[in-house]
C-alpha cells in the first residue's frame, strides 16, 4: 500500500496557496486603464522594443478593417484593443494550465480503456497507478469548464452578445456555440468519463475479491462501450473547449491531434510516476520491459502527434484558404519561436531520445524525455489559446507560473491521495500473472 506522506500533502498545498496569491496578483496587475495602456504604448514605441513592433503590426490590421481617418480615434481604438488583451491574459494561463492538466487525466483514461478493452497482458500491474491518475478527471474538468463560463468573452469571444452581433459567422454557429449549449454538452461529457472511470474502478477492486472473472468481464465491456463514447466526446470537446477559442477557423483534423496530445501526455505522466514509485520501493513487480513498453508507447504518440500536426499544417498552408491559413499566420509571425521550438520538443527530442531501443530501458533516459514532453504539450495547449485571446500581449511571466502551480499542486494532491486508498496491485486481474511476469 502506498501511504499519502505529510510531506507531499505540504508540497501540494504550498503550490496551490502559491499560485492562487500569485495569479491573483497577476489578476490585478493585468486591470490597467485606458491610460495607462496608453502609456505603456507610447513607452514600448519609444524604446523599439517587440511588442511596439508587433503593435505597429496589429496597427495596421486595424487601419485595414477600419476606414477611420481621424488619427486620434483610431489610436484611441487600438489602445482599447490592447487594454482588452491584456485584461484576458490572467484569465488565459489559468485556462491552459487547467486543460493542460485534465487533459492528461482524460489521455490516460483512454489509455486504460484501451488496455481493458484489447486485453493487453502487459500492463495490469500499472492499472492502479493509472487508476489513480484518471482521480482528477472528474475535478479537473468540471474546472476547466468553470473557468470557461467564468472568464466568458475574455477567452471566448463568441461569449460576447456584441461581437456575435456585428459577426456573421458566428451567427451561422450560434446554434452550437451558446451558452447553454456549451455547459449542456460540457457536463454530459464530464458525466460519461466520470461513470465510466467510477464503474471500471469499482469492478477492478471487487475483482481483487471474486473468486471469478464475472467483474473483470464486465469492465472488459464497459471498457469497449466507452471508447465509442470517447471518440465522440472528445472530437466534439475539442471543438468546445479549444477550437472555438478562434471561432472563424476550423480543422478537420484537430480532434485527432488534440486525442494524440493528450495519450502522449499522459503516457508520459504514467511512467514518470511509475518511477517514482519504484524509487520509494514500491512496484516491486514493475520491471525494465513495461518500462520499455511505456518508452514505446511515447515514442509511437510523439511520432503519431508529429504526423498530425504536419498533416494539418500542410494541407492548410498549400490549400491557402485565408479563413484557414490565419491560424498559422498568426503563430508564425507573432509567435514564431515558442511556435517552432514547441515542435521540437514534441517531436524531434523525445524522437532522437527514445529511438534507442536500450535507452527505453533506462528511467534516467524517460525522465529526461518525459520531462521535456511534458513541457512540449504544455507549450502546445498554450499555442492553442493565447494567440487567440492575447494576439501579441503574450509572455511566460508570473500568471502562467502561478497557474502551473496551483493545478499541478492539485494533481499532485487528489493523484496521490486516490493512488493511497487501494492495493498497488490489481492481483484479481486474470492477466496478473503474466503481467508480473513480462519479459523481453
Do not use: C
Not at 481621424?70 to 487594454?83: L, T
Not at 452578445?161 to 455547459?183: R, T, Y
Not at 513487480?285 to 504526423?307: E, I
Request: net charge negative.
Amino acid at each position: 500500500m502506498y501511504i499519502l506522506s505529510n510531506r507531499l500533502k505540504i508540497f501540494s498545498l504550498t503550490l496551490i496557496i502559491l499560485g492562487a496569491i500569485g495569479w491573483s496578483y497577476s489578476y490585478i496587475e493585468s486591470h490597467k486603464t485606458l491610460d495607462q495602456v496608453k502609456e505603456m504604448l507610447i513607452h514600448e514605441s519609444h524604446h523599439g522594443s517587440s511588442h511596439g513592433d508587433q503593435t505597429a503590426h496589429m496597427d495596421q490590421v486595424n487601419e485595414n478593417h477600419h476606414n477611420d481617418s481621424h488619427e486620434s480615434s483610431h489610436e484611441d481604438e487600438h489602445a482599447e484593443h490592447v487594454m482588452h488583451q491584456i485584461h484576458n491574459r490572467p484569465y488565459a494561463a489559468l485556462y491552459v494550465a487547467a486543460f493542460f492538466f485534465m487533459m492528461i487525466s482524460l489521455g490516460v483514461l483512454a489509455f486504460y480503456a484501451i488496455q481493458y478493452a484489447s486485453q493487453a497482458g502487459w500492463s495490469p500491474v500499472l492499472f492502479r497507478v493509472m487508476q489513480a491518475i484518471t482521480y482528477y478527471l472528474l475535478p479537473g474538468a468540471l474546472i476547466v469548464l468553470g473557468i470557461a463560463l467564468f472568464a466568458d468573452k475574455h477567452i471566448f469571444i463568441w461569449m460576447d452578445p456584441e461581437v456575435v452581433a456585428h459577426d456573421k459567422i458566428i451567427q451561422g454557429k450560434s446554434s452550437w456555440l451558446n451558452k447553454s449549449a456549451f455547459l449542456i454538452r460540457g457536463l454530459i461529457f464530464i458525466g460519461g468519463w466520470s461513470l465510466y472511470r467510477y464503474f471500471s474502478r469499482k469492478f477492478s477492486l471487487a475483482q481483487d475479491l471474486a473468486k471469478d472473472n464475472k467483474n473483470f468481464k464486465r469492465n472488459f465491456q464497459i471498457s469497449a462501450g466507452f471508447l465509442v463514447f470517447y471518440i465522440y466526446t472528445e472530437s466534439m470537446m475539442s471543438w468546445d473547449w479549444v477550437m472555438s477559442v478562434d471561432p472563424h477557423w476550423f480543422s478537420t483534423l484537430f480532434g485527432w491531434y488534440l486525442f494524440a496530445s493528450m495519450v502522449v501526455s499522459g503516457i508520459t505522466t504514467i511512467a514518470l510516476m511509475t518511477i517514482y514509485l519504484k524509487s520509494k520501493g514500491l512496484l516491486e513487480f514493475v520491471n525494465d520491459s513495461h518500462l520499455h513498453d511505456l518508452a514505446k508507447f511515447m515514442f509511437g504518440f510523439s511520432v503519431f502527434w508529429a504526423y498530425l500536426w504536419f498533416s494539418q499544417f500542410m494541407l492548410i498552408w498549400y490549400a491557402n484558404i485565408p479563413e484557414e491559413v490565419t491560424y498559422f499566420i498568426t503563430r508564425i509571425e507573432l509567435y514564431n519561436i515558442p511556435f517552432f521550438t514547441m515542435f521540437a520538443l514534441n517531436f524531434i527530442f523525445p524522437f532522437l531520445v527514445l529511438m534507442n531501443s536500450d535507452y527505453k530501458r533506462v528511467p534516467g533516459f524517460i525522465i529526461m524525455a518525459g520531462i521535456i514532453i511534458l513541457i512540449g504539450h504544455y507549450m502546445d495547449v498554450y499555442m492553442m489559446i493565447m494567440p487567440a485571446t492575447v494576439i501579441d500581449r503574450y509572455g511566460f511571466g508570473l500568471a502562467e507560473i502561478s497557474s502551473i502551480s496551483i493545478f499541478l499542486g492539485l494533481f499532485l494532491l487528489l493523484v496521490f491521495y486516490s493512488l493511497s486508498k487501494a492495493p498497488l496491485l490489481a492481483k484479481g486481474n486474470p492477466f496478473i500473472k503474466e503481467s508480473e511476469n513480462f519479459h523481453y
